[in-house]
């Protein structure tokens, strides 16, 4: 028996984004391994979020893990204040709703922001910022989830649902 991994969820979410996408681009676009992302993908077939046949999502189970089994599978909580990548509250598309509070960080090098860190989901997070802004805006939504105050938290749910089953009915 295989569990999930926290980069399976990105796996799935790219999934999301980009349906069908090969094992090779798939890989580049979350920043992992193609024998990695191959896993990643078996798991998510075996715990029935992805349909093997099609690697097709389903959305509305996914949402499910994400809103209620993320927050609690990967727990994270804030650190020391330090440089990096923006996040949860502090990042699209959540930053103009939540303007004015503390902002929260994976800890990155190339960061330039302030604030307190988090821990991201996997850690090739904050490189995929730079070079996959639609994984990045879904990335930040699931830390809300994991690290965010109850409107916080309400809000990326709001949000995750109007994205990942808005584009379910416009896939139908």
Not at 67 to 75: E, I, L
Not at 112 to 141: D, F, H, M, Q
Not at 152 to 166: D, H, P, V
Request: charged share 20%; glycine share 6%.
């Amino acid at each position: 028996m295989s569990y999930l991994r926290a980069h399976d969820v990105a796996v799935a979410l790219q999934l999301c984004l980009q349906p069908g996408l090969a094992y090779r681009a798939l890989a580049e676009a979350v920043g992992l391994s193609q024998g990695e992302t191959h896993n990643a993908v078996q798991r998510l077939v075996a715990a029935r979020l992805v349909r093997s046949e099609t690697r097709a999502v389903h959305r509305t189970a996914l949402l499910d893990f994400i809103c209620c089994g993320v927050p609690f599978a990967y727990a994270t909580s804030l650190g020391p204040e330090t440089r990096g990548v923006p996040t949860a509250h502090a990042a699209p598309p959540l930053i103009s709703d939540f303007s004015g509070t503390d902002a929260v960080v994976w800890p990155s090098a190339s960061g330039k922001v302030r604030g307190a860190a988090v821990e991201p989901l996997y850690a090739a997070a904050p490189a995929s910022a730079r070079r996959n802004p639609a994984l990045y805006e879904l990335l930040t939504l699931v830390d809300a989830l994991r690290v965010g105050r109850a409107r916080e938290r309400q809000r990326a749910r709001t949000i995750l649902r109007e994205r990942l089953q808005g584009e379910e009915r416009s896939a139908l």
